[in-house]
Each structure stands twice: as C-alpha cells, then as structure tokens.
C-alpha cells in the first residue's frame, strides 16, 4: 500500500488534526510542508489536491483527498485494525460518535477557531486582535461548553467510554486556546478541564507538538 502523504503547515490546526489521526493509529507517513506564508497553498500544484486552496490535503496512491475531518474518518475506517481504534462497529455507537463530530463541526469548532484566529494567529502575524469578536465568540463558546461538561459528566468522553474521533478532532483548537486568557472557559468546568488534561496528555498528541517545537 502507498504510504500516504500529508500537504500542510505544523502551525496549522487542520493539519494537526489528521497528523494526531496518523500517530494514534501508529501510521507512517510523508509530511509535504506548504509554504503559506509565501501563498503556496493559493497556487498550483497545491490547487490541483485542494480547489479551496486550504491545508490540509492527502494522498496515498491515486486517492486525493481534503478536508480534515474527511481524511481522519477515511483513515480510521481504512486503518481500523491498527492502534487506538476512534470509531465504533456498532451502527447505534457509530451514530452517537456521528453526533458529537457533528457538533465539533458546527456548534464546537465556529467559536473556537475565531477566538484561536483572534487570540493566537493575529498576533502571531501583527495583526490586532478585535476585542468585540472575542467577547461574543467566548460567549459562544461558554455555551457549548457547558453542554460539553453536562455530557461529560455522565461520559468520560464525548462519544462513549472510549476515545474516538470525536475528542480528538477537538485537539488543535483547545490546544491553541489553552495559551491564552479562553483557558479559564475550560478551566472552571470540572468534567471539561478533566477531559481537556487526558486528552491533551495522549502521545499521539504530544509527537504532534513536539514536531511543530522543532519546526
Ligand atoms: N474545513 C477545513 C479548514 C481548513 C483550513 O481552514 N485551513 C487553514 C489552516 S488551519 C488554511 O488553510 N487557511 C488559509 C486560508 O483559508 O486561506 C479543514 O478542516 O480541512
């Protein structure tokens, strides 16, 4: 089998979601580094494995895909039997797993990325962060936490008892974000804080900063 490559950025949030995919299954890869500051990803050939010119993107053989969340499901289905196993075989667990990847998507991941592009990616550029949008977006953000901690507290994991793609999609951002005052957001919901602290702490997480550190 082709040894799939990874096109992205290691500051990226993206990309970093499917290279903790890869280490949790234990999966050797290729990483292809995407030079964003000078635009790469907005031209050929980037355009060619992703039209959106968004890290990150995949291949392994002739299979191309984009999208994170699409290539860590691909990966978990295709790599099943290989280390941490991220997905249910049973079509009721599968469906809860769907619902809690579905709300990292879209209740989860619109707050926090805008508080991380706010907070972390602006200034890291010398743009200045925008006090209004971080107000509203950390009032986003309580909400849906404290949906997460009342989950929690009856579930060591979002998904069930296991880990699975549901937590680990939520990696990148919280990472991010636990660098910065939103911290206390997480912080002061004990189910969550605990959840955040095992989550964070997995090695495959750890092999993914201690790659971006040495970048
Ligand atoms: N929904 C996409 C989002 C990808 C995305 O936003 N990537 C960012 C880096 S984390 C990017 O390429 N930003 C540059 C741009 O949008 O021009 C995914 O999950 O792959």
Request: hydrophobic share 40%.
């Given at each position: 089998m082709a040894v799939p490559k990874v096109h992205g950025s290691v500051f990226s949030t993206a990309t970093n979601r499917v290279v903790a995919c890869l280490h949790e299954k234990g999966i050797a890869f290729e990483f292809s580094p995407v030079d964003m500051r000078s635009g790469?990803?907005?031209?050929?050939p980037f355009l060619s494995l992703n039209p959106f010119g968004q890290v990150p993107a995949f291949e392994e053989g002739d299979l191309k895909l984009f999208e994170s969340r699409a290539i860590t499901k691909y990966i978990a289905h295709e790599y099943q039997?290989?280390?941490?196993?991220?997905?249910?075989?049973?079509p009721k667990k599968m469906a809860i797993l769907a619902v809690w990847m579905e709300v990292e998507a879209h209740q989860f991941d619109p707050a926090s990325s805008a508080l991380a592009w706010e907070l972390v990616f602006k200034p890291m550029f010398g743009m200045t962060t925008d006090a209004a949008t971080v107000e509203q977006n950390e009032a986003k953000l309580s909400k849906v936490l404290d949906v997460y901690e009342a989950r929690l507290s009856e579930s060591k994991y979002l998904a069930g008892d296991c880990f699975t793609l549901a937590d680990l999609h939520h990696l990148p951002n919280i990472n991010c974000l636990?660098?910065?005052?939103?911290?206390k957001l997480f912080e002061s919901r004990p189910h969550v804080n605990a959840w955040c602290s095992d989550i964070l702490s997995r090695p495959a997480w750890s092999k993914v900063l201690e790659t971006q550190k040495q970048s």
């Amino acid at each position: 089998m082709a040894v799939p490559k990874v096109h992205g950025s290691v500051f990226s949030t993206a990309t970093n979601r499917v290279v903790a995919c890869l280490h949790e299954k234990g999966i050797a890869f290729e990483f292809s580094p995407v030079d964003m500051r000078s635009g790469a990803h907005k031209k050929e050939p980037f355009l060619s494995l992703n039209p959106f010119g968004q890290v990150p993107a995949f291949e392994e053989g002739d299979l191309k895909l984009f999208e994170s969340r699409a290539i860590t499901k691909y990966i978990a289905h295709e790599y099943q039997e290989s280390g941490t196993e991220l997905i249910y075989k049973e079509p009721k667990k599968m469906a809860i797993l769907a619902v809690w990847m579905e709300v990292e998507a879209h209740q989860f991941d619109p707050a926090s990325s805008a508080l991380a592009w706010e907070l972390v990616f602006k200034p890291m550029f010398g743009m200045t962060t925008d006090a209004a949008t971080v107000e509203q977006n950390e009032a986003k953000l309580s909400k849906v936490l404290d949906v997460y901690e009342a989950r929690l507290s009856e579930s060591k994991y979002l998904a069930g008892d296991c880990f699975t793609l549901a937590d680990l999609h939520h990696l990148p951002n919280i990472n991010c974000l636990m660098g910065t005052p939103v911290k206390k957001l997480f912080e002061s919901r004990p189910h969550v804080n605990a959840w955040c602290s095992d989550i964070l702490s997995r090695p495959a997480w750890s092999k993914v900063l201690e790659t971006q550190k040495q970048s």
